[in-house]
């Protein structure tokens, strides 16, 4: 079962905010999240493997809510390289090294 | 920096044909994953791969795919009677654990 994200897609000006949820019907082991640029392979971002943690990479951060299966990255004062397709990745309790993608959110950050 | 590297980066092949894709990942990770991608949509799980066996495999891995490691280096994905729908970006990753690092992939056209 595929993790659900939201928002589909978002355009920013550079140094504004901005929420990507992803939700899952599954219990999870781990949420991964991922950016990719046009033409090219998705990126690492970040794991987070415990209910409530949260983890940072630049100005970019993500919590895991476990009882509610979902994750939440945020992007903060939103830098022109942060424009690409986000995607979160799922590991379900129940099938591990399986992930699941969602369908991605498209950033866009303008001048 | 040690990386996941994919050959070829572009086949072009008929209807029919058997195509290998071929993957080095990093040296000293244990988990292996294909991924496919059609032209404009989310990144779909195909396969993962540890101890030298299949450890998951979604639904779109059927009997038309297979994998392996055949000299403890290469990873390979391949897809037998290729089909016009199989024209996709394939993604191979590599993890030691955590974090999964993709290879530039390797885009098949089949005609």
């Known amino acids: 079962q595929q993790p659900v994200q939201s928002p589909q897609a978002v355009i920013l000006r550079e140094g504004e905010d901005a929420v990507i949820n992803c939700s899952s019907s599954?219990?999870?082991?781990?949420v991964h999240w991922y950016r990719q640029k046009h033409g090219e392979a998705p990126v690492f971002l970040m794991i987070?493997?415990?209910?409530?943690e949260q983890k940072g990479h630049e100005k970019i951060s993500a919590s895991f809510n476990e009882k509610k299966q979902q994750s939440s990255l945020y992007l903060t004062a939103s830098q022109l390289s942060y424009s690409g397709t986000y995607f979160c990745?799922?590991?379900?309790?129940?099938?591990?090294?399986?992930?699941?993608f969602g369908a991605g959110t498209q950033v866009v950050v303008t001048p | 920096e040690p990386e996941v590297t994919q050959t070829p980066s572009h086949q072009v092949t008929q209807m029919g044909q058997e195509v290998i894709l071929r993957c080095v990942p990093i040296?000293?990770?244990?988990?292996f994953y294909w991924y496919r991608q059609i032209l404009g949509q989310k990144v779909e799980f195909l396969v993962s791969?540890?101890?030298?066996?299949?450890?998951?495999k979604s639904e779109i891995f059927d009997d038309q795919f297979s994998v392996e490691r055949p000299d403890g280096s290469n990873f390979t994905l391949k897809i037998r009677s290729t089909k016009l729908e199989d024209s996709a970006m394939y993604f191979c990753?590599?993890?030691?654990?955590?974090?999964?690092?993709f290879g530039q992939g390797t885009r098949l056209t089949v005609v």
């Open positions: 990753a590599s993890s030691g654990g955590t974090e999964a690092f």
């Open positions: 599954k219990a999870l082991y781990s």
């Open positions: 987070l493997l415990k209910g409530g």
């Open positions: 990745g799922t590991e379900a309790t129940d099938s591990w090294g399986k992930f699941q």
């Open positions: 040296s000293n990770h244990l988990y």
């Open positions: 791969f540890y101890n030298n066996e299949i450890s998951e």
